[in-house]
């Protein structure tokens, strides 16, 4: 049915002729034709637009020709269903003027029904497949339940969640409940982007990374492994968790389709963790992308022969940057097209 199935069939563990490419945080940030919209309009605005999501989800399927398309929303929308105020915030990010503290607060946090209160992301999907005529599969995504206590507890970003540390360590039992809540509706809200359309299914861990390992294990994937096990019998799931290399024979023994690698990880080490029987996604530093076309393609090819080209999906180690130029993203994307072992 999708032309390009190169990634559904990776995620499926089939021997490839090459592997499939995709940038995490592909829609938006680097290209202009992105920044022209987000001008226009506010962050949130373009979210809930079916017309404007299903537009800049495809813009780096026709200007950059990535293998699968990520559905252009944010992870925070979620939060924001469960009844929480969230503004997006010019060169500061997310912002939340009541950030989550206590009992009261926890108690105020709602299990939505999601089909009306992310119907309009549901719209965006319908619309986006319309739209993409079976050229790639269309990711969907939510973010982990760790990193969305990260960004209401703390109320903003933050360098070391010192604050959203603080919640979990002082009120395990209130943290249980809140992040119990948050895996609750990221399931609800996972199989109906599953039957609006969508092929397959990212969890993003952005701020695993700040824990511990043994603290990872309580308040990190504990929850995001509830999510993987209620989607994975649905479609294929691929966790990232930036920073949690300590925890990929743990998350391994899931039925995790793939995991997701940052670059401060080698490939052997990643591949001996996972005993060899995972897709594995990543992990070129971002960082590379600001280097020459020749670098990168240089750095590309070496980092499929270390992964291997099978079980294998060529991504960065995290976002592309904003500053990233077009030619460049194009660099290495052609050099995963262009592999040859
Ligand atoms: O991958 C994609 O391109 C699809 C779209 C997508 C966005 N956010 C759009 C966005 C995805 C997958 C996300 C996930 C997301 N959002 C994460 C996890 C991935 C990661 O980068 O670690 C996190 C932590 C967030 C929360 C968030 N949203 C932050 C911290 C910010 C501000 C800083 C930034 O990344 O620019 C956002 C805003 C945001 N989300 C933008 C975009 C395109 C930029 C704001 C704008 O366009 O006005």
């Known amino acids: 049915m999708i032309q390009n199935d190169l990634f559904l069939r990776t995620l499926r563990g089939e021997t490839v002729e090459r592997p499939p490419v995709w940038m995490m945080r592909q829609a938006g940030r680097y290209l202009p034709e992105f920044r022209a919209l987000r001008d226009q309009y506010d962050f949130f ?50 912002f939340i003027a009541h950030p989550i503290r206590n009992t009261q607060d926890v108690e105020r946090v709602q299990i939505p029904d999601v089909s009306h209160a992310l119907g309009y992301v549901m719209e965006g999907i319908h619309l ?3 739209r993409l ?106 966790v990232f968790a930036k920073g949690c290399s300590f925890a990929l024979e743990q998350m391994s023994q899931s039925s ?3 995991l997701g690698i940052d670059w401060t990880c080698q490939p052997s080490l990643a591949r001996t963790l996972t005993q ?35 079980l294998y999906i060529a991504n960065l180690g995290h976002g592309i940057l904003p500053n990233v130029p077009v030619e460049n993203a194009r660099a290495f994307v052609n050099a995963v097209k262009t592999f040859v072992e």
């Open 276 to 310: 060899g029987k995972k897709v594995l996604q990543g992990n070129l530093d971002p960082a590379w992308l600001l280097a020459s076309p020749e670098q990168i393609t240089e750095k590309t090819h070496q980092m499929i022969r270390s992964f291997g080209k099978d």
């Open 133 to 238: 005529n079976n050229r790639v599969p269309l990711i969907g995504f939510a973010g982990a339940p760790w990193t969305i206590l990260s960004y209401i507890v703390e109320g903003k970003g933050s360098k070391n969640f010192d604050i959203a540390k603080a919640f979990c360590f002082s009120q395990p039992e209130l943290a249980d409940q809140l992040l119990q809540k948050i895996t609750d509706t990221t399931i609800l809200y996972l199989k109906e982007k599953v039957k609006a359309g969508v092929d397959a299914i990212q969890l993003f861990d952005s701020w695993g990374g700040v824990l511990s390992p043994e603290d990872y294990s309580t308040f990190s994937w504990k929850y995001s492994r509830q999510i993987v096990e209620a989607l994975s019998p649905l479609v294929p799931t691929i």
């Open 45 to 94: 605005t373009r979210c809930r637009t079916p017309e404007l999501v299903a537009e800049i989800t495809i813009q780096p399927v026709d200007i950059v020709q990535v293998d699968a398309a990520i559905l252009f929303s944010d992870i925070l929308v979620v939060p924001q269903a469960m009844g929480i105020d969230i503004e997006m915030k010019e060169n500061i990010g997310p």
């Open 128 to 130: 986006t497949k319309e």
């Open 256 to 258: 995790v389709a793939a």
